[in-house]
C-alpha cells in the first residue's frame, strides 16, 4: 500500500492506496491562514508538520501498518526559510500572498532572461520575488537563511531529514531551468541565493530518503521511501490520469486551476500562463492560475451565515444559475491569469432590492466559472486545445457548481472516483512508481469515472450577456487604472 500526503492550503489530507489503485484509508486535518496585513498570505510551517501528523494518524492503524512507500504533494511557491540547524526563520510566505509587487520589477531588470529560462513571467505567489521582498524588508533574516524550502518539502525535511524537492513544485520557485529541469543559477544570483541553498532537484518518482525513526513509531508506518512527489496541480493531474499531451484537469480547491500537460517545455507568458515541469519525467504542462476558487465560497458561506459549503451550494441551486443580475469578481487575493494583478480586490455589482444571500451565493459560483473561462481563453490562446476537463480538489463534492462551470468553460466535465482529493492519490500514485517502479502512464491511468457533465448550450446563452459585462468589469475596478 502507499500513502500520499496533500499539505493543500485549507488542510492536509492523506490518502492510502492498494495495490491495485483503490483507496483504503483517508485522514484530513484543518488549517488556517493568517493575514495580518493587507497583501498578506502565511502559514506557519509547524502547523504543517502537526496537521500532517494528525491526518496520518487519523488513518486505520492496520492500513498505516501496510504502507511500502509514502509521496508527497502540496501548495506550491511557498517561502519556507530556514537557518542554521534548520529552524524556521519567519511565517511561510504563501503562494496567494500578493507584497512582492516591486520586487517582481525588479526581478524582471535583473534577469533579462527570466521568461525563457523560468518559462513565466515574474509574478508575486512565485517564490523569487519574495526573497527579494525580505532581502529588502527583513535584510536580518535575509541574511540568516542556510536553505529556501517549499511548504511540501519542508513537510519532507521533518520526515526524512532530506533537503530535496521535485522539478514541477521547483518550477514554481521561478529559480528552475524548467527546460533542463535543473536549477539556474542566474536566477538565484538575481535574488541574491545560490544553489548551496536550495534543495536538491529530483524528478517526482525519485526516492528522498526514508521516514526517520522516530517518525516511523510515531506515524505506525515501517521506515519506508518517501517519493519526490509533486506540486499539488501536478500531483492532482497524476491521481486522475492527466499525464500526456492533450490531457487536461480543473482544480477547485482554495485556488482555481485549468492544468494541460504538454510533451514539451511550451512558455508563454502572456496572459499569466505557467509554463512548469509535470511530476512525471519527460513531460511538462501549461496552466491558468486563478487565485481564489473554492476560496470564494468558504467566504460567502462566512458572509451570508450559512455553515459550510455544501449548505452553501444548497442555497444557491434554490434560486437556480443565471438568476439575477449580480456579477461578482472573485479577486479576494488579486489575480494571476489573465491579468497578473495582486492588488485588485473582488467585487459584486449589480445588486439590487431583491438580492438576497441566495442569489449573492449563485453569482459566487458563476463569478468563479468566469474567471475560470477566462484562464481558458488565454490557454487557448496560446496553442492549447482541451474539450474534456477532469475535476479535483474539494469543489469537485458538487455537481450542482460543474452545471455552471461546464456552461461556462463550454468544456465536458469529467469526476472521477477520488478526484476531490486527487493531489494525494497523485502523491500515492508517485510513491508506487518510486518503491516498485512500472509504467508511469499505467500507474497514473484514470480512475473510474463516477459522472460526466456537458456544457447545456440553453444555459450557456443565458450566461453569454453575464460573462461579457463580467469581463468589461475588471478594467473598471483594478487600482490600475485609478
Ligand atoms: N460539499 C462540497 N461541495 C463543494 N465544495 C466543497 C464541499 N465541501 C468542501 N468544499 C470546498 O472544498 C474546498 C477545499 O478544497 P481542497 O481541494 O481541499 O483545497 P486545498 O487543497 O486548497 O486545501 C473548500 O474551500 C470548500 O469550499
Ligand atoms: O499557486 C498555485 C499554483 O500556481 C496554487 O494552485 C497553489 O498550488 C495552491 O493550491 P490549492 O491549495 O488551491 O490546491
Same mark, same amino acid.
Request: net charge negative; glycine share 12%.
Given at each position: ?9 485549507? #488542510? ?68 519556507? $526559510? ?29 534577469? %533579462?532572461? @527570466?521568461?525563457? &529560462?523560468?518559462? +513565466? ?26 536553505? *529556501? ?5 519542508? *513537510? ?22 524548467? !527546460? ?7 536566477? $538565484? ?13 529530483? !524528478? ?19 521506515? *519506508? %521511501?518517501?517519493? #519526490?512527489?509533486?506540486?499539488? +496541480? ?6 486522475? #490520469?492527466?499525464?500526456?499531451? #492533450?490531457?487536461? @484537469? ?13 510533451? !514539451?517545455?511550451?512558455? +508563454?507568458?502572456?496572459?499569466? *500562463? ?46 437556480g444559475p443565471a438568476s ?5 469578481? %472573485? ?26 444571500? !441566495?442569489?449573492?451565493?449563485q453569482?459566487?459560483l458563476e463569478?468563479?466559472a ?18 474534456? @476537463? ?10 450542482y457548481?460543474g452545471q455552471t462551470l461546464a456552461a461556462a468553460l463550454n ?11 486527487? =493531489? ?21 491511468? %484514470? =480512475?473510474? &469515472?463516477?459522472?460526466?457533465i456537458a456544457p447545456d448550450a440553453a444555459l450557456a446563452e443565458r450566461f453569454a450577456?453575464k460573462i ?15
Open positions: 500500500m502507499f500513502l500520499g500526503i496533500d499539505i493543500g492550503t485549507s #488542510g492536509v489530507k492523506a490518502v492510502v492506496l492498494d495495490e491495485h489503485g483503490a483507496v483504503v484509508g483517508q485522514g484530513t486535518a484543518a488549517l488556517t491562514v493568517q493575514r495580518s496585513h493587507p497583501l498578506w498570505s502565511e502559514q506557519d510551517p509547524e502547523a504543517w508538520w502537526q496537521a500532517t501528523t494528525a491526518a496520518v494518524r487519523a488513518i486505520d492503524p492496520a492500513v498505516r501498518r501496510a504502507v511500502r512507500g509514502i509521496g508527497l504533494a502540496g501548495q506550491m511557491h511557498g517561502a519556507t $526559510l530556514l537557518g542554521a540547524d534548520d529552524q524556521v526563520l519567519r511565517p511561510g510566505i504563501l503562494w496567494n500572498d500578493g507584497r512582492s509587487h516591486a520586487e517582481c520589477a525588479e526581478l524582471e531588470a535583473k534577469a %533579462p532572461d @527570466l521568461h525563457r &529560462i523560468a518559462g +513565466n513571467l515574474a509574478m508575486p505567489g512565485f517564490t523569487a520575488p519574495k526573497l527579494l521582498w525580505v532581502a529588502h524588508h527583513e535584510p536580518e533574516t535575509f541574511a540568516k537563511i542556510r536553505t *529556501v524550502l517549499l511548504p511540501k518539502d519542508y *513537510v519532507r525535511l521533518r520526515m526524512t531529514g532530506e533537503k530535496a524537492s521535485d522539478v514541477s513544485d521547483a518550477a514554481g520557485t521561478l529559480w528552475l531551468d524548467v !527546460e533542463r529541469r535543473e536549477w539556474s543559477d542566474d536566477i $538565484l544570483a538575481a535574488t541574491g541565493l545560490t544553489r548551496a541553498q536550495m534543495p536538491r532537484a529530483v !524528478e517526482g518518482t525519485a526516492q528522498t530518503g526514508r521516514l526517520r525513526a522516530e517518525v516511523a513509531e510515531a506515524w505506525g508506518i515501517d521506515q *519506508v %521511501p518517501v517519493a #519526490g512527489g509533486g506540486g499539488d +496541480n501536478a500531483a492532482g493531474a497524476a491521481g486522475v #490520469g492527466v499525464v500526456k499531451d #492533450g490531457d487536461a @484537469l480543473l482544480s477547485l480547491g482554495t485556488s482555481g486551476v485549468i492544468f494541460a500537460a504538454t510533451k !514539451e517545455f511550451r512558455p +508563454n507568458p502572456a496572459g499569466a *500562463v505557467h509554463a512548469f515541469c509535470h511530476c512525471l519525467p519527460g513531460v511538462w504542462h501549461q496552466m491558468s492560475v486563478h487565485l481564489s476558487a473554492a476560496a470564494c465560497i468558504d467566504w460567502v458561506a462566512r458572509l451570508t451565515g450559512t455553515p459550510g459549503a455544501a449548505e452553501l451550494f444548497a442555497r444557491a441551486e434554490s434560486v439575477g443580475p449580480e456579477i461578482f469578481l %472573485p479577486y479576494l487575493s488579486g489575480e494571476r491569469t489573465p491579468h497578473n494583478d495582486a492588488e485588485v480586490r473582488g467585487a459584486f455589482l449589480g445588486l439590487d432590492h431583491d438580492t438576497s444571500p !441566495e442569489r449573492l451565493a453569482a459566487v463569478g468563479v468566469f474567471a475560470l473561462a477566462d484562464g481558458l481563453s488565454v490557454l487557448r490562446d496560446a496553442g492549447t486545445e482541451l474539450s474534456q @476537463l477532469s475535476v479535483i480538489g474539494g469543489g469537485a463534492r458538487s455537481s457548481w468544456v465536458e466535465l469529467v469526476y472521477l472516483k477520488g478526484g476531490e482529493v486527487g =493531489p494525494a492519490l497523485g502523491a500515492a500514485r508517485l510513491a508506487q512508481l518510486a518503491v516498485d517502479g512500472g509504467s508511469p502512464e499505467e500507474v497514473c491511468a %484514470p =480512475p473510474p &469515472i463516477s459522472h460526466t450577456p461579457a459585462r463580467f469581463r468589461d468589469s475588471y478594467s473598471r475596478i483594478t487600482p490600475r487604472n485609478r
